[in-house]
């Protein structure tokens, strides 16, 4: 119903940027919460952003608090997520995701199929 597809991931050094994009298609783009979420070597998925329907509200996990910033135009169905001050940890692959509520995983319906974010260091 809803199809989702990231870009604009990328290597970088430690202490650069990138911008990660997720264009939507199908269903009802503003009536989903949005989210973003990064899965490392080894590690499970974990949240590290969301935005709520309208926009209004965000919710971020502790180490993107001042470094990421997501945002959403339900106009254009995309939403984005500006990564800054990127960490050798940040490396993972990164998933843009529509759901129910901001930061649990499993209120989450639709996913994209991800994109590589490599952080050098």
């Known amino acids: 119903q809803v199809q989702l597809v990231e870009s604009g991931g990328g290597l970088v050094q430690a202490g650069g940027s990138l911008r990660l994009s997720c264009a939507a298609s199908?269903?009802?783009?503003?009536?989903?919460?949005m989210g973003w979420f990064r899965e490392a070597p080894g590690k499970e998925r974990e949240f590290v952003v969301g935005?709520?329907?309208?926009?209004?509200?965000?919710r971020s996990a502790d180490f993107a608090k001042g470094r990421f910033t997501i945002s959403r135009d339900n106009a254009k169905k995309t939403v984005n997520l500006q990564m800054n001050s990127l960490k050798p940890e940040d490396t993972a692959v990164y998933y843009c995701?529509?759901?129910?509520?901001?930061?649990?995983?499993?209120?989450?319906?639709?996913w994209g199929q991800g994109t590589q974010v490599t952080v050098s260091s």
């Open positions: 995701a529509a759901g129910q509520v901001l930061g649990a995983f499993s209120k989450y319906d639709y």
């Open positions: 199908g269903g009802v783009f503003s009536s989903y919460v």
């Open positions: 935005i709520s329907r309208g926009g209004g509200s965000t």
